[in-house]
Antibody
């Protein structure tokens, strides 16, 4: 059974940094692209970026809306996905999800972790 | 960015009835490899989105055949027949043909 479990969310001040983690299990982690997606309360989801699989060199792609502030990485020895977020703004407040990808769709999602940017 | 426009925003339905949701894109979603990367999700209250339909018309694992997707180019439809209580929630389309990947604004399926 595929399981994705995000952690690391909480309250952070504007201008601060935060690192989110996603623990993956139940599938061969290195075979899959992994994505981060966020969803402000009551709004549609927004794709943030992904990191490719082993066959594609673990390269990354980002939404221009966060490029330069957010960095996606993975630890394939621990089956972990990370999202480093810097220079956080109030508009970054959202629930953050990790998701595995198959046929270019976000096939499996975690339960999400809430990030609140406020002073 | 490719803009995904979903209609209606709210869709009241009766249990056992049929629902139809439209998703239109600002550009063609046909990839250079010939595939069309348009997908549908359902987000039940308090839960993460779950994949229903991938690549226009393919049901994901475990999705009942009451759900069907169709369309091409820039115009796509999700149909739900014989609506059941567990079908209520927010539906989103997603395109992954172009970067950045973009979602529609959502359609809330609720009881009439």
């Amino acid at each position: 059974e595929v399981k994705l479990l995000e952690s690391g969310g909480g309250l952070v001040q504007p201008g601060g940094s935060m690192r989110l983690s996603c623990a993956a299990s139940g599938f061969t982690f290195t075979d899959f692209y992994m994505n981060w997606i966020r969803q402000p309360a009551g709004k549609a989801p927004e794709w943030l970026g992904f990191i490719r699989n082993k066959a594609n060199g673990y390269t990354t792609e980002y939404n221009p809306s966060v490029k330069g502030r957010f960095t996606i990485s993975r630890d394939n020895t621990q089956n972990m996905l990370y999202l480093q977020m810097n220079t956080l703004r109030a508009e970054d407040t959202a629930t953050y999800y990790c998701a595995s990808e198959s046929v270019r769709a976000f096939a499996y999602w975690g339960q999400g972790t809430l990030v609140t940017v406020s002073s | 960015d490719v803009v995904m426009t979903q209609t209606p925003v709210s869709l009241p339905v009766s249990l056992g009835g049929q629902a139809s949701i439209s998703c239109r894109s600002s550009q063609s979603l046909v990839h250079s490899n010939g595939n069309t990367y348009l997908h549908w999700y359902l987000q039940k209250p308090g839960q993460s989105p779950q994949l229903l339909i991938y690549r226009v018309s393919n049901r994901f694992s475990g999705v009942p055949d009451r759900f069907s997707g169709s369309g091409s180019g820039t115009d796509f439809t999700l149909k739900i027949s014989r609506v059941e209580p567990e079908d209520l929630g927010d539906y989103y389309c997603l395109q992954s043909t172009h970067f950045p990947r973009t979602f529609g604004g959502g359609t809330k399926l609720e009881l009439k």
